[in-house]
């Protein structure tokens, strides 16, 4: 690793790139296919993450898992803390959400992906969660991003709301620089100046990371868009375009959702739109990966 010193400073040897751990190298070859929990993503491995936006209920919850399971994705995702633009909306259920995913995981074997806000709550989400999730609204969180990457889990980063694909890069820096190799990337919109869809989709962000990174990249099409019969196409384009898996929200019955219903996929057809996506993903020469289960 190239080093300098820091001009001015104590002499503190430090990286020259800065992410130095993230950066893709030659020998990287198609990239770093992580196995978490018995899943592979990466390196050819494309994975579906699917549940609904938050955890509502038990009956919600158990329900929408037996469907992605019975329909061959990957890993269940589902909120129990969450980030609110207002304080007056619906922040989650909080432990009462750990403790239905955790019941979720055990009945249909999923691993489970939820988002943690807060470094306080870091040991009780670790301890249910497969991979943790950081919020768009988290990725510069540095503090926070320490604390995961000491605690082992895999991680799962959002890219900020107006944030540069460079900047991403170095925010996974901060987990991977704790010893914490599991790092996936996502792609879920930037705020521009188009207002026909909830956030603009850079979908060029794919082969751009691709370039610049060995870490899986997933895109996250469902908050993208805001809107659910765009969640399909972009969903498509995402995979076709070389993405290593997607993050989509699905409930069983959108309508009556706490939140974010609007763009959230009908259970019941979850399989079908599924299909199409693999079908995309295999032209880029991703296939959906075979599930072993942990020793």
């Given at each position: ?19 130095e751990?993230a950066?893709?190298r030659?020998?990287h ?16 491995a494309?994975?579906t993450i699917a549940?609904p ?9 158990l329900?929408?898992a037996r ?5 061959g ?14 304080p007056?909306s619906f922040q989650?259920?909080g ?5 239905i995913?955790?019941r ?6 999923l ?5 943690l ?6 040991e ?7 991979v943790?999730?950081?919020?768009a609204?988290?990725?510069?969180n540095y503090?926070?991003?320490?604390e995961?990457?000491r ?6 980063i959002k ?6 694909l ?5 925010a996974?820096?901060y987990?991977?620089a704790?010893?914490n ?5 996502c792609?879920r ?16 962000a794919v ?16 908050h ?5 019969d765009l969640?399909?196409p972009?969903?498509?384009a995402?995979?076709a375009?070389?993405?290593?898996g997607?993050?989509?929200?699905t409930?069983?019955d959108?309508?009556?959702a706490?939140?974010?219903?609007p763009?959230?996929?009908?259970a ?6 599924l299909?199409?996506?693999?079908a995309?993903?295999?032209?880029a020469?991703?296939?959906?990966a075979?599930v072993s289960?942990?020793a």
């Amino acid at each position: 690793m190239s080093i300098e010193t820091t001009p001015g400073g104590s002499g503190a040897a430090l990286p020259k790139a800065p992410y130095e751990l993230a950066q893709r190298r030659p020998e990287h070859g198609a990239g770093t296919t992580l196995e978490i929990a018995g899943r592979r993503i990466g390196g050819g491995a494309f994975a579906t993450i699917a549940g609904p936006c938050t955890v509502e209920t038990e009956d919600q919850t158990l329900s929408t898992a037996r469907i992605m399971r019975d329909v061959g994705v990957q890993f269940f995702r589902g909120g129990a803390y969450k980030p609110r633009s207002s304080p007056y909306s619906f922040q989650g259920l909080g432990q009462e959400g750990l403790d239905i995913l955790r019941r979720a995981k055990d009945e249909t074997g999923l691993p489970i992906v939820t988002e943690l806000t807060d470094v306080r709550d870091v040991e009780a989400v670790a301890e249910v969660a497969d991979v943790i999730q950081v919020g768009a609204r988290n990725m510069q969180n540095y503090p926070l991003l320490i604390e995961i990457g000491r605690s082992g889990v895999a991680t799962l980063i959002k890219r900020g709301l107006a944030a540069s694909l460079d900047e991403l890069l170095m925010a996974a820096e901060y987990v991977l620089a704790q010893g914490n190799p599991n790092v996936v990337l996502c792609e879920r919109g930037i705020r521009t100046f188009e207002t026909s869809t909830r956030f603009t989709l850079d979908i060029a962000a794919v082969p751009v990371l691709k370039e610049r990174t060995h870490l899986p990249v997933v895109v996250d099409p469902s908050h993208a868009a805001g809107r659910r019969d765009l969640v399909l196409p972009l969903s498509m384009a995402a995979a076709a375009a070389g993405a290593d898996g997607i993050i989509v929200e699905t409930h069983p019955d959108p309508a009556n959702a706490v939140c974010d219903g609007p763009q959230q996929l009908h259970a019941s057809g979850f399989g079908a739109y599924l299909r199409q996506v693999e079908a995309a993903a295999a032209l880029a020469g991703n296939v959906p990966a075979p599930v072993s289960v942990p020793a």
